[in-house]
């Protein structure tokens, strides 16, 4: 076979799995920074926040825990955040909401989401006075809501999907983001209950990275959800020596069966992804 010949298969086997979808590799140099999709999962310890970005627009996941208020404000007014155009809380635990009320009167925020369920705890009603101050309603998320970031990037409601659960964890509003051929989903703290009800659901569940439920907790991230979501890429956002031992060694043996790359805060510090809708990279 001549160098031509092989050159051309090579072409062709380069172009085919291109047209595959979005793929972990390296992103192309010609990708314009205005059209690039930044995801941070930032290292609040023992909790939840997710940093999404594109062209201006912000969305931003859960707050962190109180403990780490002054980090996760420092950290979006690094990146240059003034305005939160979407701010979701998945469910009023202080692993998630601990520092919202900052993040509320630190930032212009335009939409706040959260689910149908209420807590007595102080972080919970600072969460509130913040809101009431500044004018906010709360807008019910619930399954089959769409949130559009920008032009091509919606952001789908994908559970809860009953209006009782008796675990708040299981409340908690679980997102798939779709940009171009890219997924990514965010499960908050969602727990198996709430996986098998997507999976009933028959929802679309296959995407490129997969934020674990629950801090990688043995009670999220079952055989099945995994089967269906099989990510690229598995993202875990727990605290270092945290005393609840997540992730679990369970979840870990799964992630590691299967042909996954394995992002942890605790392990990584903060994680931040890339994408241009046809790939994606780990800054
Ligand atoms: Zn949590």
Request: contains cysteine.
């Given at each position: 076979?001549?160098?031509?010949?092989?050159?051309?298969?090579?072409?062709?086997i380069t172009i085919s799995f291109s047209l595959k979808g979005c793929s972990s590799v390296s992103l192309n140099n010609e990708i314009k920074a205005d059209n690039l999709l930044k995801i941070h999962y930032?290292?609040?310890?023992?909790?939840?926040?997710?940093?999404?970005?594109?062209?201006?627009?912000?969305?931003?996941?859960?707050?962190?825990?109180?403990?780490?208020?002054?980090?996760?404000?420092?950290?979006?007014?690094?990146?240059?955040?003034?305005?939160?155009?979407?701010?979701?809380?998945?469910?009023?635990?202080?692993?998630?909401?601990?520092?919202?009320?900052?993040?509320?009167?630190?930032?212009?925020?335009?939409?706040?989401?959260?689910?149908?369920?209420?807590?007595?705890?102080?972080?919970?009603?600072?969460?509130?006075?913040?809101?009431?101050?500044?004018?906010?309603?709360?807008?019910?998320?619930?399954?089959?809501?769409?949130?559009?970031?920008?032009?091509?990037?919606?952001?789908?409601?994908?559970?809860?999907?009953?209006?009782?659960?008796?675990?708040?964890?299981?409340?908690?509003?679980?997102?798939?983001?779709?940009?171009?051929?890219?997924?990514?989903?965010?499960?908050?703290?969602?727990?198996?209950?709430?996986?098998?009800?997507?999976?009933?659901?028959?929802?679309?569940?296959?995407?490129?990275?997969?934020?674990?439920?629950?801090?990688?907790?043995?009670?999220?991230?079952?055989?099945?959800?995994?089967?269906?979501?099989?990510?690229?890429?598995?993202?875990?956002s727990c605290g270092k020596n945290n005393p609840f031992r997540h992730p679990s060694k369970k979840t870990i043996g799964k992630i590691k069966s299967k042909d996954m790359q394995v992002y942890r805060t605790?392990?990584?510090?903060?994680?931040?992804?890339?994408?241009?809708?046809?790939?994606?990279?780990?800054?």
């Amino acid at each position: 076979m001549n160098n031509k010949k092989l050159l051309i298969i090579f072409l062709i086997i380069t172009i085919s799995f291109s047209l595959k979808g979005c793929s972990s590799v390296s992103l192309n140099n010609e990708i314009k920074a205005d059209n690039l999709l930044k995801i941070h999962y930032i290292d609040v310890g023992q909790g939840d926040s997710i940093l999404i970005s594109i062209n201006g627009k912000n969305m931003l996941i859960d707050s962190g825990s109180a403990v780490k208020e002054e980090y996760i404000v420092k950290y979006l007014k690094k990146q240059g955040i003034k305005k939160l155009h979407h701010v979701i809380a998945t469910h009023p635990h202080e692993d998630h909401i601990g520092s919202m009320s900052s993040i509320i009167s630190n930032f212009n925020v335009e939409n706040f989401y959260a689910p149908k369920i209420t807590s007595s705890t102080n972080y919970f009603n600072n969460m509130i006075d913040e809101l009431m101050k500044k004018g906010l309603k709360i807008q019910v998320a619930s399954s089959g809501k769409k949130i559009q970031l920008y032009d091509n990037v919606i952001c789908e409601i994908i559970a809860p999907n009953s209006t009782t659960y008796e675990n708040t964890n299981n409340y908690s509003v679980v997102l798939k983001l779709t940009y171009g051929k890219c997924s990514f989903i965010f499960t908050g703290d969602a727990e198996a209950i709430s996986e098998n009800e997507m999976l009933s659901n028959n929802t679309n569940l296959k995407c490129d990275v997969l934020k674990l439920g629950h801090h990688g907790s043995s009670t999220s991230t079952t055989d099945s959800f995994l089967e269906k979501a099989s990510p690229k890429i598995a993202i875990i956002s727990c605290g270092k020596n945290n005393p609840f031992r997540h992730p679990s060694k369970k979840t870990i043996g799964k992630i590691k069966s299967k042909d996954m790359q394995v992002y942890r805060t605790d392990i990584d510090g903060d994680i931040v992804l890339l994408s241009n809708g046809s790939f994606i990279k780990k800054q």
